[in-house]
């Protein structure tokens, strides 16, 4: 069974640190590698038989906010055989102390060096931390390439979004879980309980998970290229491996595992709250969004069960918000019922709501005036497109009128803030579009000044405009797209920011644009092939780490490697797909359809909406998982 850790058996276990005091003091907010945290799981080594390392490649703060590892963290620690602990990116300071004194790097519960673990598992979120996974594995003493892996070391596992496009990274994993997982890790975990026993070798084991559906291991797969670069084939290396690996999917929400005591940080995390999953997938259908598509269908949590798991995880954790987590907290069919059961529980506890992913409309504005004295902050509108006519394009299915109307009611109650997020660089993009993006702004600064009389403004309204440049994912209807060179994503933003200052409203506008280098690069690791991991090993080997982190991101560091490597990153990037090619991320059965993509970016190509899947199935293939929205009455 589980115990969680007691300040008592913090003090006891003072001496067993990994990090002596003298470096603890040296180092910047040492809380991050201590450990025994309230709710963290202390097990008895002796007792188990799989010893499991979960790590976020990213600083302690944000590993800590990241419900998937709370999920597993939760699921793997309910077994009697299992121990999973947890691990986070030192931060430079800590990292150059522990390659000068050679000290392994540690899970945070036993302080034990990760090289003694039976695997570590990885959660990818997003492309900008491939170096950091080097470091993980570097300071954790294990070869950086699988290749050269003996079975002295950890089972290196890698899971998450960016697993749907593994082979950029596929050199340094053993294997890749495809999907979510709580659904075949049991079944990977006996499997290995099994091997062990039987003192199989990691090969063996190797091959045998990979007969596990959703379990991909790149050394058993091949590559061939053509003379041009693309892809010729991508075969297993015997008849026994699967010839795709399909994603794994949670279908009954409700009775699935969630943790009721999540562990609660010593110093303040990124989100620093309880999280509510209320629902995953999305029935909307953006051509742009990877997570709307690979996360179909939608599958919603009972009510009854919500309520409970709401008030257990209050009451086990003592913070002070909660917040629903979905990608359309607004299409979560109980919303009403789920938001007035947490006004008054959270009302009579004083714990505050949070309430992300909400249409802005006249219930969520109501809603909002509830839940919070948040007047005085911002409302955020995210259409992603200034004009009706890319809107359309992107399928994000809001009008101009629907977006005006959002703002003006919310000016009515008495808020003065809105933020707008934009995409810049979308598919079939022209001057008028980036320039419909500040006339946007002043048509909203415009609402607010013809319907808020003067005695009841409170000030200027601020309009905030933030774009960031559009990287085509995988597994998306636009996975087609070319992008652009920095300089012209560049070009793109003074196009908007020129036109924000021609406007009649410009002292209400604040405009930010994102870095472009940061988005090419992002698009070469997010649509790379197994080439890519050499450069990806050459920037470690050359420093590069938080690249995430833009006071460490060095974009020379990375020209410099593909230089050194042979790759033309232009490759990846600034041409528009042929529909016959094959993508290194082809032999992933998400559910939804290659033939479903091409229709929908042929209907981008046309400017063709397309219906949400609540009002029409489009037949994009996630049926055949038998659940969700699809079977919806």
Same mark, same amino acid.
């Given at each position: 069974?589980?115990?969680?850790?007691?300040?008592?058996?913090?003090?006891?276990?003072?001496?067993?640190?990994?990090?002596?005091?003298?470096?603890?003091?040296?180092?910047?907010?040492?809380?991050?590698?201590?450990?025994?945290?309230?709710?963290?799981?202390?097990?008895?080594?002796?007792?188990?038989?799989?010893?499991?390392?979960?790590?976020?490649?990213?600083?302690?703060?944000?590993?800590?906010?990241?419900?998937?590892?709370?999920?597993?963290?939760?699921?793997?620690?309910?077994?009697?055989?299992?121990?999973?602990?947890?691990?986070?990116?030192?931060?430079?300071?800590?990292?150059?102390?522990?390659?000068?004194?050679?000290?392994?790097?540690?899970?945070?519960?036993?302080?034990?060096?990760?090289?003694?673990?039976?695997?570590?598992?990885?959660?990818?979120?997003?492309?900008?931390?491939?170096?950091?996974?080097?470091?993980?594995?570097?300071?954790?003493?294990?070869?950086?390439?699988?290749?050269?892996?003996?079975?002295?070391?950890?089972?290196?596992?890698?899971?998450?979004?960016?697993?749907?496009?593994?082979?950029?990274?596929?050199?340094?994993?053993?294997?890749?879980?495809?999907?979510?997982?709580?659904?075949?890790?049991?079944?990977?975990?006996?499997?290995?309980?099994?091997?062990?026993?039987?003192?199989?070798?990691?090969?063996?084991?190797?091959?045998?998970?990979?007969?596990?559906?959703?379990?991909?291991?790149?050394?058993?797969?091949?590559?061939?290229?053509?003379?041009?670069?693309?892809?010729?084939?991508?075969?297993?290396?015997?008849?026994?491996i699967p010839a795709t690996v399909t994603k794994q999917l949670v279908m009954d929400m409700t009775d699935a595992v969630y943790p009721e005591k999540p562990v609660v940080p010593f110093i303040k995390a990124t989100q620093d709250r309880v999280v509510l999953e209320i629902?995953?997938?999305?029935?909307?259908?953006?051509?742009?969004?990877?997570?709307?598509?690979?996360?179909?269908?939608?599958?919603?949590?009972?009510?009854?069960?919500?309520?409970?798991?709401?008030?257990?995880?209050?009451?086990?954790?003592?913070?002070?918000?909660?917040?629903?987590?979905?990608?359309?907290?607004?299409?979560?069919?109980?919303?009403?019922?789920?938001?007035?059961?947490?006004?008054?529980?959270?009302?009579?506890?004083?714990?505050?709501?949070?309430?992300?992913?909400?249409?802005?409309?006249?219930?969520?504005?109501?809603?909002?005036? *509830?839940? /919070?004295?948040? =007047? @005085? !902050?911002?409302?955020?509108?995210?259409? &992603? +497109?200034?004009?009706?006519? $890319?809107?359309? %394009?992107?399928?994000?299915?809001?009008?101009?009128?629907?977006?005006?109307?959002?703002?003006?009611?919310?000016?009515?109650?008495?808020?003065?803030?809105?933020?707008?997020?934009?995409?810049?660089?979308?598919?079939?993009?022209?001057?008028?579009?980036?320039?419909?993006?500040?006339?946007?702004?002043?048509?909203?600064?415009?609402?607010?000044?013809?319907?808020?009389?003067?005695?009841?403004?409170?000030?200027?309204?601020?309009?905030?405009?933030?774009?960031?440049?559009?990287?085509?994912?995988?597994?998306?209807?636009?996975?087609?797209?070319?992008?652009?060179?920095?300089?012209?994503?560049?070009?793109?933003?003074?196009?908007?920011?020129?036109?924000? *200052?021609? /406007?009649?409203? =410009? @002292? !209400?506008?604040?405009?930010?644009?994102? &870095? +472009?280098?940061?988005?090419? $690069?992002?698009? %070469?690791?997010?649509?790379?092939?197994?080439?890519?991991?050499?450069?990806?090993?050459?920037?470690?080997?050359?420093?590069?780490?938080?690249?995430?982190?833009?006071?460490?991101?060095?974009?020379?560091?990375?020209?410099?490697?593909?230089?050194?490597?042979?790759?033309?990153?232009?490759?990846?990037?600034?041409?528009?797909?042929?529909?016959?090619?094959?993508?290194?991320?082809?032999?992933?059965?998400?559910?939804?359809?290659?033939?479903?993509?091409?229709?929908?970016?042929?209907?981008?190509?046309?400017?063709?909406?397309?219906?949400?899947?609540?009002?029409?199935c489009s037949g994009c293939g996630v049926k055949k998982f038998g659940g969700g929205v699809c079977y919806e009455n």
């Open positions: 069974m589980q115990n969680f850790c007691t300040q008592n058996e913090r003090i006891k276990e003072m001496t067993k640190l990994a990090l002596s005091d003298e470096i603890l003091m040296k180092i910047d907010k040492p809380a991050r590698y201590i450990g025994n945290e309230l709710n963290s799981v202390c097990k008895n080594k002796g007792e188990v038989s799989i010893r499991f390392a979960m790590c976020f490649p990213d600083v302690y703060e944000i590993g800590m906010s990241h419900l998937g590892i709370q999920i597993l963290y939760d699921m793997f620690n309910k077994r009697d055989d299992v121990w999973c602990e947890r691990v986070y990116s030192p931060w430079p300071d800590l990292h150059k102390i522990m390659k000068e004194e050679n000290i392994p790097l540690f899970c945070l519960e036993s302080q034990e060096p990760v090289k003694n673990m039976d695997f570590l598992g990885i959660t990818i979120q997003y492309e900008m931390c491939y170096t950091n996974i080097l470091q993980i594995l570097d300071l954790s003493q294990i070869p950086l390439l699988a290749a050269d892996r003996d079975d002295t070391v950890p089972i290196v596992i890698g899971g998450g979004p960016c697993t749907y496009n593994p082979e950029p990274i596929a050199d340094f994993f053993d294997l890749f879980y495809m999907g979510e997982g709580e659904v075949v890790y049991d079944r990977m975990l006996d499997l290995y309980q099994e091997m062990k026993r039987a003192g199989r070798s990691r090969r063996e084991f190797l091959h045998e998970a990979a007969k596990i559906p959703g379990i991909y291991v790149p050394s058993l797969y091949q590559v061939e290229y053509k003379e041009d670069g693309t892809i010729a084939s991508f075969t297993a290396v015997d008849e026994e629902q995953r997938g999305c029935i909307r259908g953006c051509r742009f969004c990877q997570a709307g598509m690979v996360y179909r269908p939608v599958r919603e949590k009972n009510i009854e069960r919500l309520k409970a798991l709401a008030t257990q995880m209050i009451e086990a954790t003592g913070y002070e918000e909660i917040s629903l987590s979905s990608l359309s907290s607004s299409d979560y069919s109980s919303l009403e019922e789920l938001v007035n059961f947490l006004i008054d529980e959270c009302r009579e506890r004083r714990v505050n709501i949070s309430l992300p992913s909400l249409r802005i409309d006249a219930f969520s504005l109501d809603v909002m005036s *509830k839940v /919070q004295d948040i =007047k @005085k !902050s911002s409302l955020t509108f995210a259409p &992603e +497109a200034g004009s009706q006519r $890319l809107r359309d %394009v992107i399928n994000k299915g809001l009008t101009e009128e629907v977006i005006l109307n959002g703002a003006q009611m919310a000016f009515e109650g008495g808020w003065n803030k809105v933020k707008f997020y934009f995409m810049l660089g979308l598919p079939t993009e022209t001057e008028a579009d980036m320039r419909a993006i500040a006339e946007l702004a002043n048509e909203t600064a415009a609402r607010y000044y013809d319907t808020v009389p003067k005695e009841k403004r409170n000030g200027r309204c601020q309009i905030t405009i933030s774009t960031s440049f559009f990287v085509p994912k995988p597994f998306t209807p636009f996975q087609w797209a070319r992008m652009y060179p920095p300089e012209d994503y560049i070009g793109r933003a003074k196009v908007v920011n020129d036109t924000v *200052k021609e /406007q009649l409203n =410009k @002292k !209400s506008i604040k405009y930010n644009w994102h &870095e +472009a280098d940061v988005t090419v $690069l992002e698009g %070469v690791l997010a649509r790379g092939d197994r080439k890519i991991g050499q450069a990806i090993l050459k920037v470690y080997e050359k420093g590069g780490i938080f690249d995430a982190w833009s006071e460490y991101f060095d974009y020379q560091r990375w020209l410099d490697a593909f230089a050194e490597c042979g790759i033309d990153p232009d490759f990846y990037t600034m041409r528009e797909r042929s529909m016959d090619e094959i993508f290194p991320w082809d032999f992933i059965d998400t559910g939804v359809t290659k033939e479903f993509l091409k229709r929908e970016w042929n209907n981008a190509m046309k400017e063709t909406v397309t219906p949400n899947c609540r009002m029409r």
